[in-house]
């Protein structure tokens, strides 16, 4: 079993920064591929980015070039650092986690453990 603890959302204008973090426990998260989703009002999950337990990365088209995720294993947490923020990024984000298998890390239906969630808001 693991425990997942999103933090770090808030409200900032466009072009703002914002870092969420992911506190995960269990003896075996070191070994979990790690995703973020989000979830705007009236909108599907959708992906955002994933970490595997090698370090490698992946993130949706929307995103690339102003989102960065990493993983510190040693304080079972995985972080998601958001740079460039625009109002479309508006959604509430939550953390996965998932055994580390398969070419594709999009498919949410693929991690076994979330977490609550943390709004993000982000005005023009």
């Known amino acids: 079993q693991v425990q997942l603890v999103e933090s770090g959302g808030g409200l900032v204008q466009a072009g703002g920064s914002l870092r969420l973090s992911c506190a995960g426990s269990?003896?075996?998260?070191?070994?979990?591929?790690m995703g973020w989703f989000r979830q705007a009002p009236g909108k599907e999950r959708e992906f955002v980015s994933a970490i595997r337990s090698d370090g490698s990365t992946s993130y949706t088209d929307s995103v690339k070039g102003r989102f960065t995720i990493s993983r510190d294993n040693a304080k079972n947490t995985v972080y998601l650092q958001m740079d460039s923020l625009k109002p479309d990024d508006t959604a509430v984000y939550s953390c996965a986690a998932g055994l580390d298998y398969g070419p594709d890390l999009r498919e949410s239906r693929r991690y076994n453990y979330w977490g609550q969630g943390t709004q993000v808001t982000v005005s023009s």
């Open positions: 269990g003896r075996t998260f070191a070994f979990y591929a």
